[in-house]
Nanobody, 122 residues
Framework: QVQVVESGGGLVQAGGSLRLSCTYS????????VGWFRQPPGKEREGVSS????????YYADSVKGRFTISRDKGKNTVYLQMDSLKPEDTAMYYC???????????????WGQGTQVTVSS
């Protein structure tokens, strides 16, 4: 059984930073790519960033390039999303997910966490 748990969300002022963590467990999880997705209020879910199981390949949505950084600590079974220069439009529920193919298409991801709320005030 694969489990995914997000943490690190909260309320921050525009221009501030947050670091989200995605902790995962499961015997075969180390072979999975991990992606971060978000769903703003009243909008559809969108891909934010993803990282391959080895960490060599990463993807970012255009809206977060240069501001967000994804990384993976395999020893701690954790993937991080460092979010800097946050904007009010980054406000959303952020979800972590695991899948066999790295990318920003949510349909490729099988295991999902419950989400962590990020709110950026202006």
């Amino acid at each position: 059984q694969v489990q995914v748990v997000e943490s690190g969300g909260g309320l921050v002022q525009a221009g501030g930073s947050l670091r989200l963590s995605c902790t995962y467990s499961g015997s075969t999880f180390r072979y999975y790519a991990v992606g971060w997705f978000r769903q703003p209020p009243g909008k559809e879910r969108e891909g934010v960033s993803s990282i391959s199981w080895g960490g060599a390949t990463t993807y970012y949505a255009d809206s977060v390039k240069g501001r967000f950084t994804i990384s993976r600590d395999k020893g701690k079974n954790t993937v991080y999303l460092q979010m800097d220069s946050l904007k009010p439009e980054d406000t959303a529920m952020y979800y972590c997910a695991a899948g066999l193919t790295v990318g920003l298409d949510a349909r490729e991801y099988k295991y999902w966490g419950q989400g962590t709320q990020v709110t950026v005030s202006s």
